[in-house]
């Protein structure tokens, strides 16, 4: 026990504390100085729960040109909207053009070819004679570019069936899909092998524009695809319009020509109509639900495993048909046909017809007409132009779809198929009367015995037909084209998203021009569970946008003896995350 005025232990510990020996003067105390350095000292935070706000380093490599990088991706993003539009358009309008011009060289009755010879100035307007070989060969070409889609169809349903595990079409399905895919087919054939031949490249082109009659009624009967809830009878009245304009092409046309082939030009174009019934279903109408009920399976692949070449056999038969040749001709002399071969060469003024008779029919003598010689045919004419048709297909094909799954097809998929039209008329109409006003034009372009029909001779010539036969019709056909075939401008597929959520059908050619054909299968055309299609059903009556689907990304880290260094560039990248997502919502 201490002794009383000597501190104890705990006294002593108290004594010895630090602030024992601060000098705690008077005026220390009256100053205040010494109450606020005890508060900065009580109100310093720990050094654990301290949170620091360095300066910012100085940026370094990809960091410091992250602006330049930006601009060089928009740079990069531009030049690939720019290139795949390109792209498609050119390669749309090179393969209807050059399908014009292969169709027109199986024969018909229009106009001779004028040829350009050594002759010419000597003995005035020299004729080509068409020759059996020639259209043999040409026909033969149109089947291989037919058939060419379809092969690439075939092959890609054949990988699927193999590979993948898919559900069999029930045979309702199967017998639907194959009507309307024959009657599209023999209408084509007949388009082709009848009306093409008998017209001008002109005429020949603005058909691709009224193909849509049965689009446009189904977009009449089921809603059209545009839903301005305040300007429905607008809609309507629209849509309206747009199937009297694609069928008065019907009866126009018909009315004005004394041709037979032309006079019967509703019958393929009513026919070619058909294939793409499935781009117009919706859910709120009777015919929509038919159409859905009938497509329940998965994949239609099994149906084209033996659809591509029936389709095929049929197109070819058609052609054989309606041609006019005899059928066994176009197999026995199938090598002739695209070997070097004697085109002959006459004098204008004589009847061709006759000497034509004469050739076909050796009973029958030849009329008085005098021949100025032969000149040999090109073998590579066919084969290039066959070529350049499947390629420039193929390339719009590939490049459709690239643009559709990176979700730019507004503007590089939708707009140049919309202009595909006018301008596929555009270049076979100046194409054409560039030949026409002068046939020794084109000479390194197209053989000379070879030309595209043109719609007249001259500049008045044309201008007159025009009138004649009511051509300035044509962009009320194209905008009636345009919209019907709205859905392609109002994509509803996800990024990256395959080839059957893309296209109803799986491979495509262009063969007439119309988009129809082009457009996406929406969620309401493709194959779905019928579980799944009530479902959606149910949600689609809820009116909920593609715009209310928000992603939610959740980002979790653990941090454990990490450096100060490793902790901030964890916080820069979930900033920069959230950067990015607000850059895509905004883009």
Not at 113 to 127: A, F, M, T
Not at 485 to 495: E, G, K, S, V
Not at 558 to 584: G, N, Y
Request: glycine share 6%; aromatic share 12%.
């Amino acid at each position: 026990m201490a002794r009383s005025g000597e501190p104890n232990a705990e006294c002593q510990s108290v004594l010895n504390c630090p602030w024992d020996k601060t000098d705690m003067s008077a005026g220390d105390y009256e100053s205040g100085d010494y109450f606020m350095r005890s508060r900065k000292h009580r109100d310093k935070p720990s050094l654990w729960d301290s949170f620091q706000d360095p300066p910012s380093k100085k940026t370094s490599g990809s960091d410091a040109d992250w602006k330049k990088l930006q601009f060089c991706l928009k740079l990069f993003k531009l030049c690939i909207y720019l290139l795949v539009f390109a792209v498609v358009l050119a390669t749309s309008v090179f393969a209807k053009v050059a399908y014009l011009y292969m169709a027109g060289n199986t024969g018909g009755t229009g106009p001779r070819v004028q040829v350009c010879s050594k002759y010419l100035l000597r003995h005035g307007q020299v004729e080509a004679v068409p020759s059996e070989l020639d259209q043999i060969a040409w026909v033969w070409a149109l089947i291989f570019a037919f058939a060419a889609p379809e092969l690439f169809t075939f092959l890609r349903a054949l990988r699927i069936c193999m590979f993948k595990r898919e559900l069999r079409p029930s045979g309702l399905e199967v017998g639907l899909v194959t009507l309307f895919e024959l009657l599209h087919v023999v209408g084509l054939a007949l388009l082709t092998f009848t009306v093409l031949p008998a017209l001008d490249v002109t005429r020949g082109a603005i058909l691709g524009g009224c193909v849509c009659f049965v689009p446009a009624l189904l977009n009449l009967l089921t809603g059209t695809r545009v839903h301005w809830r305040s300007a429905d009878s607008l809609v309507l009245g629209i849509s309206i319009l747009a199937l009297v304009a694609q069928g008065s092409v019907f009866l126009l046309w018909p009315s004005l020509s004394n041709s037979l082939e032309v006079q019967l030009l509703a019958i393929p174009l009513l026919l070619i109509s058909f294939r793409w019934w499935e781009n117009f279903a919706n859910t709120h109408e009777a015919i929509a639900y038919i159409i859905r009920t009938i497509r329940c399976t998965r994949s239609r692949y099994h149906t084209y495993l033996y659809l591509a070449p029936l389709k095929v056999l049929v197109f070819a038969g058609m052609g054989f048909i309606l041609h006019g040749q005899e059928f066994v001709a176009y197999f026995s002399r199938f090598r002739d046909a695209f070997r070097p071969h004697l085109i002959t060469l006459v004098q204008s003024g004589g009847d061709l017809d006759a000497l034509i008779s004469a050739q076909a029919n050796l009973s029958i003598a030849a009329p008085p007409l005098r021949t100025l010689f032969t000149v040999q045919s090109s073998s590579n004419a066919v084969f290039y132009a066959l070529a350049a048709q499947v390629g420039a297909a193929y390339l719009c094909h590939i490049f459709g779809k690239f643009a559709c799954k990176i979700k730019i097809q507004k503007f590089s998929y939708a707009l140049p198929l919309s202009l595909a039209g006018p301008a596929s008329i555009c270049l076979a109409t100046f194409l054409a009367q560039l030949r026409a006003s002068d046939p020794c034009s084109l000479h390194g372009l197209l053989p000379d015995y070879l030309s595209l029909q043109a719609l007249g001779q001259s500049v008045e010539e044309m201008g007159q037909k025009c009138l004649d036969y009511a051509l300035w019709l044509w962009p009320l056909w194209w905008l009636a084209q345009v919209w019907t075939c709205l859905h392609i401008w109002q994509p509803h597929n996800d990024r990256n998203a395959p080839t059957e959520k893309l296209f109803v059908c799986p491979w495509k050619g262009a063969r007439l021009g119309c988009q129809c054909w082009d457009g996406f299968s929406s969620d309401l055309t493709a194959p779905r569970d019928p579980v799944v299609a009530l479902a959606a059903d149910i949600n689609a009556s809820r009116d909920i946008l593609e715009e209310d689907k928000v992603p939610q990304l959740i980002v979790c880290a653990t941090m454990w003896h990490e450096t100060e260094d490793e902790m901030m560039e964890f916080l820069k990248s979930i900033v920069r995350l959230d950067e990015d997502q607000c850059a895509r919502r905004m883009a």
